[in-house]
């Protein structure tokens, strides 16, 4: 299994609302990522997990927090988020954090904050 | 401050025509990978080349590597519509894998 599964695909909510972004992957890899894509922009660097632990926080405001249950997923809280935060989350995993191999990354969330 | 970024931008070109797309880093590394994006998708890795390495092939994929310029060239050969994608370099900067402002490649049948 080389997947990496992220949950919803798409999701609207209004500035007030409290939703979840939710990632899996069984390649039993040990570091996991959030990264958030604007509109003909590279991927930027929210969060890294390595571990199981919070490596890597970007200066993401708090309105973004992330948790990590176990090795296999990741998920990323969102509440009272603003229009400019509406973006393409993107979710990705490797072997070790920042080694020698490749990126795997979901399909992504589309979010719209209303 | 990024740490890779590709020229051009943009590319236009026709199907059966050959592609390629340049990126420059600024620090030195271990590798330096290319990934592809389709609209709206997320990225595939398509190709890693380590930094002791200076060219390598896969199928119609060409990469080079010039570390004393610190730049890398992605050739696509025989280009093909679904090639049509945005295409990333990038590297490890620090602890994080850090992508270069990409360019959109879009090939006309």
């Known amino acids: 299994d080389t997947e990496v599964t992220q949950t919803p695909k798409h999701l609207v909510m209004g500035m007030t609302n409290k939703k979840s972004l939710k990632c899996e992957q069984h390649m039993g890899h040990r570091a996991m990522y959030w990264y958030k894509q604007k509109a003909k922009k590279p991927p930027e660097l929210m969060f890294v997990?390595?571990?199981?632990?919070?490596?890597i926080n970007e200066s993401v405001p708090s309105r973004f927090s992330p948790e990590c249950p176990n090795s296999s997923l990741l998920n990323l809280h969102l509440h009272a988020l603003q229009p400019e935060d509406s973006a393409l989350y993107l979710c990705?995993?490797?072997?070790?954090?920042?080694?020698?191999?490749?990126?795997?990354f979901g399909e992504g969330s589309r979010l719209t904050v209303l | 401050s990024q740490q890779g970024e590709e020229d051009p931008q943009a590319l236009s070109i026709q199907e059966g025509e050959n592609a390629t797309m340049n990126c420059s880093y600024k620090?030195?590394?271990?590798?330096l990978q290319w990934y592809r994006q389709n609209s709206g998708r997320g990225l595939v890795h398509l190709i890693l080349?380590?930094?002791?390495?200076r060219e390598k092939h896969s199928g119609r994929l060409r990469v080079t590597l010039d570390t004393s310029k610190k730049s890398s060239s992605l050739l696509i050969t025989a280009s093909r519509a679904a090639d049509t994608a945005s295409y990333f370099c990038?590297?490890?900067?620090?602890?994080?894998?850090?992508f270069g402002p990409g360019t959109r490649l879009s090939v006309l049948p």
């Open positions: 990038a590297t490890v900067y620090g602890q994080n894998f850090v």
């Open positions: 997990y390595s571990y199981e632990k919070l490596s």
């Open positions: 620090t030195s590394i271990n590798n």
């Open positions: 080349i380590r930094s002791n390495e």
């Open positions: 990705a995993s490797s072997l070790e954090q920042a080694n020698t191999g490749e990126l795997f």
